[in-house]
């Protein structure tokens, strides 16, 4: 049973930095191979933030890019997300999702994050 276990979220001012991480276990033989952040607010579709392949090849949102890093640790099933010079619009919940070589794709319960003064 694969896991993803988030954590980092939490209250920051504008212009703030936080960093979350998502750590997946439970894969067995299988290798995480795209491992990615999205993010949602009320009312509104799921959108993606950032994504970060086994190779280390990086996408990222218009929005977020220059302000946002995304990295891995393929060792530790781990992946993080640098987050600087935050806005009230970066305000959300964040997902972590992981997609497996074997075409599963999992989930993480998602981490609030919220920039206000």
């Known amino acids: 049973q694969v896991q993803l276990v988030e954590s980092g979220g939490g209250l920051v001012q504008p212009g703030g930095s936080l960093r979350l991480s998502c750590a997946a276990s439970?894969?067995?033989?299988?290798?995480?191979?795209?491992m990615g952040w999205y993010r949602q607010v009320p009312g509104k579709e799921r959108e993606l933030v950032a994504t970060?392949?086994?190779?280390?090849?990086?996408n990222y949102a218009d929005s977020v890019k220059g302000r946002f890093t995304i990295s891995r640790d393929n060792a530790k099933n781990t992946m993080y997300l640098q987050m600087n010079s935050l806005k009230p619009e970066d305000t959300a919940v964040y997902y972590c999702?992981?997609?497996?070589?074997?075409?599963?794709?999992?989930w993480g319960q998602g981490t609030q994050v919220t920039v206000s003064s």
């Open positions: 999702n992981v997609g497996y070589y074997n075409g599963n794709n999992y």
């Open positions: 970060i392949r086994y190779s280390g090849a990086t």
């Open positions: 439970g894969s067995g033989r299988f290798s995480i191979n795209v």
